[in-house]
């Protein structure tokens, strides 16, 4: 089992940067695909990002060439760097680890908040 702790979340102004992170604990982070998503009110989750244990990452067209996610597996963290956002990217924003050999098998972090408002 893996334990999954946000931190970075916060107001911005429109046009500014956040840098997401989420500490993974408890079992071995490589073995495990890595993603964000998140959920605005009264909106479902959805996935923003995605990186696999090769590195390999995808992401939502909305985000596309402003959201950068990427993977530290010395320090058994990932990390979600933000840009240029939005007033739509408001929402709370979620860690998420699947075992790589059983995508059944997936750990929630508790959300962190990330309000875009001037």
């Known amino acids: 089992q893996v334990q999954l702790v946000e931190s970075g979340g916060g107001l911005v102004q429109p046009g500014g940067s956040l840098r997401l992170s989420c500490a993974a604990s408890g079992s071995i982070f490589t073995i495990y695909d890595m993603g964000w998503y998140r959920q605005a009110p009264g909106k479902q989750r959805e996935l923003v990002a995605a990186i696999t244990r090769g590195g390999r990452t995808n992401y939502v067209g909305s985000v596309k060439d402003r959201f950068t996610i990427s993977r530290d597996n010395a320090k058994n963290t990932v990390y979600l760097q933000m840009n240029s956002l939005k007033p739509e990217d408001t929402a709370v924003y979620y860690c998420?680890?699947?075992?790589?050999?059983?995508?059944?098998?997936?750990?929630w972090g508790q959300g962190t908040q990330v309000t875009v408002s001037s």
């Open positions: 998420n680890a699947r075992y790589y050999a059983n995508y059944d098998v997936a750990y």
